[in-house]
């Protein structure tokens, strides 16, 4: 029988409180209190697998989250903690990532493009559409106006200096690969990345 995590995890509770009191001496007394074993937290929970975006070593973490769509109830994360069969971290997290509840429901968090106009004080939410639609037009310019396909020997080098390129730990092998190809290919050398697993 395939026995899940938190199945474990409620019955191992379960039966140290009742064969701890039971080796007592107190006869049926074990089975009172395994009754008042509270369920183990997170076991009505929904868990997600995923990698800790905040440094180049991209842990594996669960993520519990509780609510129910057919109620009409919000979903919201609850906890969050390391995960066990992952080969990087074996279920460990370092303090940023154990913190990481804090950042996920954080007000400061960036959860949409924002977009400050020329000679605005403040940023405002634009459409995914615009902002995408924004920064190829910009690339655009300035590689047609900073593109160096030769240097001054007469050498093709192809290269694009004028503008840099950010990556992030939490893109798979194939996004990052994708990724590093587009980059090279357009002619930036400035490209950088916080993940160098
Ligand atoms: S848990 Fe710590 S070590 Fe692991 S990816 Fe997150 S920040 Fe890096």
Known sequence: ??????????VSAASLAASSVGALGFVGAGDVL?????????ERATETRNACPYCAVACGVLIY???????NAKSSIIHVEGDPD?????????????????????????????????GSDKFERVSWDFALD???KLMKEDRDKNFIAKNRDGVTVN?????????????????????????????ILGFEDQARI
């Not at 989250?65 to 109620?71: A, N, V």
């Not at 971290?89 to 106009?117: D, E, Q, V």
């Not at 950010?166 to 996004?175: I, Q, T």
Request: with cysteine; aromatic share 10%.
């Open 86 to 118: 992952h080969p990087v971290n074996r279920g460990t997290l370092c303090a940023r990532g154990a913190a990481s509840l804090g950042y996920i429901h954080s007000a400061n968090r960036l959860k949409y493009p924002m977009h400050r106009k020329p």
């Open 1 to 10: 029988m395939a026995v899940t995590r938190r199945q474990f995890m409620k």
């Open 134 to 136: 924004r920064i190829v």
């Open 159 to 187: 290269r694009w200096l004028s503008t840099g390129f950010f990556g992030g730990s939490s893109l798979s092998n194939e996004a990052g690969y994708l990724t590093y190809k587009f980059v090279r290919a357009t002619g």
């Open 65 to 71: 989250s509780l609510g129910d769509k057919s109620k």
């Open 34 to 42: 395994a009754a008042g074993v509270r369920p183990f937290k997170l």
